[in-house]
């Protein structure tokens, strides 16, 4: 008698852990399911072609690995954030700038690039120095038919006329050299901007002129040059 209980009672302990582990199989599948539904919902947010920011989770030999949120992570090649002598300019933890070029709901893959992200950023710049008479900043980096490149973050044209105050007879003591200039004109279809020093030379000369003007008071005596 009290080995069928003991018989009994073990069968009833088996089919429980059987049911335990059915019930915990499901639960993993349908905690499963959810996760895949939420990461498609979250996917499905990030529209090709949209500037948005992420942060870098990792920094390998061939690629960065950036959280754009969404719970949602996209590589892109490591050379994108390369120095001129091969520096990587990125590190963990870093907020950047990037495109969604590309996204494959069933992989579940998102194609990012900084490149085009920081290109976008840059004309922005651009276009937001001409319409309210700001600057933007460059490097001369060549000298060219006609003026002087400038490396805005693109490559702009600078006129002979548009360095100086002054007509310049010798531009490659501009090289290398940064200054801040005025956005003339730019397409950017046709990847064409023009920029003035000049302008911003004469700006500076007459906020300087005023400056002394209104500093000076009748009766004043002051020295001459």
């Not at 852990?17 to 895949?36: D, G, W």
């Not at 209104?214 to 040059?225: K, N, T």
Request: glycine content about 10%.
């Amino acid at each position: 008698m009290q080995g069928e209980e003991t018989m009994t009672s073990g069968n009833d302990l088996a089919g429980e852990t059987k049911a335990v582990e059915a019930k915990s199989e499901v639960s993993q599948e349908e905690r499963k399911e959810e996760f895949q539904n939420l990461f498609e919902e979250s996917l499905s947010q990030l529209q090709e072609g949209e500037l948005i920011k992420g942060r870098v989770v990792h920094v390998g030999k061939e690629h960065v690995m950036v959280d754009v949120g969404y719970k949602c992570e996209g590589q892109i090649p490591i050379h994108e954030f390369q120095a001129e002598d091969g520096t990587v300019t990125v590190k963990e933890g870093d907020l950047i700038d990037v495109l969604v070029e590309s996204r494959d709901d069933e992989e579940g893959e998102i194609v990012l690039s900084k490149t085009k992200a920081d290109k976008i950023r840059v004309w922005e710049e651009i276009r937001r120095a001409h319409e309210t008479g700001g600057t933007v900043e460059g490097k001369i980096v060549a000298k060219v038919r006609g003026g002087l490149s400038v490396d805005i973050g693109v490559l702009a044209f600078l006129p002979g006329s548009q360095v100086d105050l002054r007509p310049v007879r010798n531009l490659d003591r501009f090289l290398g050299q940064t200054f801040s200039f005025k956005v003339l004109k730019y397409n950017r279809r046709r990847n064409n901007v023009v920029l003035s020093r000049r302008v911003v030379l004469e700006e500076e000369r007459a906020r300087a002129k005023e400056a002394i003007l209104s500093s000076l008071q009748e009766g004043m005596i002051v020295s001459g040059v």
